[in-house]
């Protein structure tokens, strides 16, 4: 079989890292979870001393996860990738560097009581940010599927998106 790329996209807090680890563990073949959140954390946000600053860290944070994703996509690696990203060209880049592969772009959320939940006992997110982020339009997309993690663990949802995967799978 061809391996393939699973893209989860939502807003913070959404659960994508815990669906993202759930779809690594319960793979057959080796699989890379790659995550913005590794790239952003190369720079600290509170070190940038303009917005120019802050925006041109961001753009390297993009091109450094592009070029990783084009390298393992190169590869006969599956591939599973979490992003908050809401610049849509951004995201089309992202999924570009992941061609030639069949790659399926999934849509993940909960209820805003319920993200903010989750982002309170996570030290490392701001206040406000899926407050910022749920009902936005990037997250309005078409997805191959949508996974509401309110309503079912992490291992249930990527059973779910293995389902999926593996249904479509060429």
């Known amino acids: 079989?061809?391996?393939?790329?699973?893209?989860?996209?939502?807003?913070?807090?959404a659960g994508k890292s815990s669906l993202a680890r759930a779809l690594q563990q319960g793979s057959d073949v080796p699989t890379f979870h790659v995550s913005l959140d590794a790239f952003v954390e190369m720079s600290r946000r509170r070190d940038m001393r303009s917005d120019e600053e802050l925006n041109q860290a961001l753009r390297l944070h993009q091109l450094n996860l592009q070029s990783t994703l084009a390298r393992i996509a190169a590869s006969h690696f599956e591939i599973v990738l979490d992003l908050v990203l809401r610049d849509p060209a951004a995201l089309d880049?992202?999924?570009?560097?992941?061609?030639?592969?069949?790659?399926?772009?999934i849509g993940v959320t909960c209820p805003l009581d319920i993200l903010e939940q989750r982002e309170r006992a996570r030290p490392d997110r701001g206040e406000g940010m899926a407050r910022s982020q749920f009902g936005h339009p990037a997250y309005s997309r078409p997805y191959a599927l949508r996974i509401d993690t309110s309503t079912c663990t992490p291992e249930e949802g990527a059973r779910r998106i293995r389902a999926h995967v593996d249904a479509l799978r060429e």
């Open 1 to 13: 079989m061809k391996p393939v790329a699973v893209v989860l996209h939502g807003p913070t807090s």
């Open 93 to 105: 880049a992202c999924i570009a560097a992941l061609s030639p592969r069949r790659t399926f772009v």
